[in-house]
């Protein structure tokens, strides 16, 4: 008897677990479709043409007007020294002398050797004349003042390569030598800039080459500097460097109400002019992919996916530079609720912010 009671009681389970099974079958069944067909409420944005004015920043190195690590041409000793460390000379100005002595006595003995052959090639003229000496004779004799004049004017030159001047006016490095040291043309005395007149060099990268040009300005930031100095652009590189595929460019500052000393770090601004037709949206709008990047479409209540290219962005916005058309309405949020072709409704439309 219990256990005919046990196996209906099996049964009666059974029995509503199937009926409870086919009524949830049977309401997934017709949620389904309703689900699929449910309006996604999401807000957009339409877009517009708007002017646009795409800043960017690089950085750069200021240097000197004129630099230059002054050297000897020859080699010896130094026998003076003026080199005032961090003070500025005039152009000219004898720097350093070395020994020249054994130069200086060559060059005597080179001017007696050619007074005897000037001598010399007096009376062969004479002799010439009256045919008591051949034409070669007196050529030979010619040839010997000819060659210690040629002589005596390389022994001044050499002569004037012991004194070391500077160049071109400007300030003085550290001096890297003292009286007495012996020098070659590999030492570095000291080092000359002129910082009257600052420069700074940069490269911008390669895109932007055709936005480049010669008296556009500039302005940067140096360490030390609390405001903006301005500069123009004076010189562009004739091509594009391969490794980095950037462009070097030279501007001249203008002159800064604080000193800036060469090899400074800048960080340089360049505003290039505004584009009335750039084509900006939100950068929520954006939806990163593997490859490339998409936009989501509201085109006549479905959500439409479609492949777009970026280009600057601002605080909040991005340009687009292909991809979405003037008038398009691009959704801003829900991104992550729509599918392909999902019903949307627009709940709100976002304005442009001026």
């Known amino acids: 008897m219990i256990k005919h009671y046990q196996i209906t009681l099996i049964s009666l389970s059974i029995f509503l677990l199937s009926c409870a099974n086919k009524d949830k079958k049977s309401n997934s069944t017709e ?12 807000q957009g944005y339409i877009v517009r043409a ?8 690089v950085p750069g190195s200021v240097i000197a007007n004129e630099s230059v690590e002054i050297h000897p041409e020859i080699a ?16 000219g100005a004898l720097l350093a002398k070395i020994y ?18 000037q001598k010399t090639e007096e009376r062969q003229a004479q002799l010439l004349k009256v045919q008591g000496i051949s034409q070669q004779d007196y050529d030979i004799s010619l040839l010997q003042v000819n060659s210690l004049k040629a002589d005596i004017e390389i022994i ?27 020098v070659t043309p590999g030492t570095i005395i000291t080092q000359l800039n002129q910082t009257t007149i600052l420069k700074v060099d940069f490269s911008v990268p390669e895109k932007y080459v055709a936005r480049i040009h010669i008296g556009q300005t500039v302005s940067l930031l140096t360490a030390g500097n609390t405001k903006n100095l301005t500069g123009r652009i004076i010189a562009v590189a004739p091509s594009i460097l391969e490794n980095s595929r950037s462009l070097l460019v030279r501007a ?48 006549n209540g ?21 991809g979405v058309k003037i ?28």
């Open 50 to 57: 708007e002017s646009f004015a795409e800043t960017i920043e």
């Open 252 to 299: 001249q500052l203008s002159k800064p109400p604080t000193p800036v000393l060469p090899g400074s770090f800048a960080k340089i601004s360049i505003n290039f002019d505004p584009d009335p037709g750039a084509r900006m949206i939100p950068a929520q709008a954006i939806l990163p992919q593997a490859r490339g990047k998409k936009v989501v479409l509201y085109k």
């Open 76 to 91: 010896g000793r130094i026998v003076f020294l003026q080199l005032p460390e961090g003070k500025v000379v005039e152009k």
């Open 31 to 42: 949620k389904g479709p309703q689900e699929k067909n449910k309006s996604v409420s999401v």
């Open 327 to 354: 008038g398009d309405t691009v959704l801003v949020t829900g991104l992550m609720s729509v599918r392909p072709d999902s019903k949307i409704t627009i709940q709100k439309i976002i304005t442009p912010q001026p």
């Open 302 to 322: 479905t959500a439409v996916f479609q492949d777009v290219i970026t280009g600057v962005r601002n605080a909040d916005k991005i340009q687009v530079i292909d």
């Open 156 to 182: 001044k030159t050499l002569l004037e390569k012991t004194e070391i001047k500077a160049p071109f006016s400007g300030q003085i490095g550290l001096k890297n030598i003292s009286v007495g040291a012996y």
């Open 100 to 117: 020249d002595g054994d130069i200086i006595t060559q060059l005597k003995k080179t001017e007696v050797q050619l007074q005897l052959a």
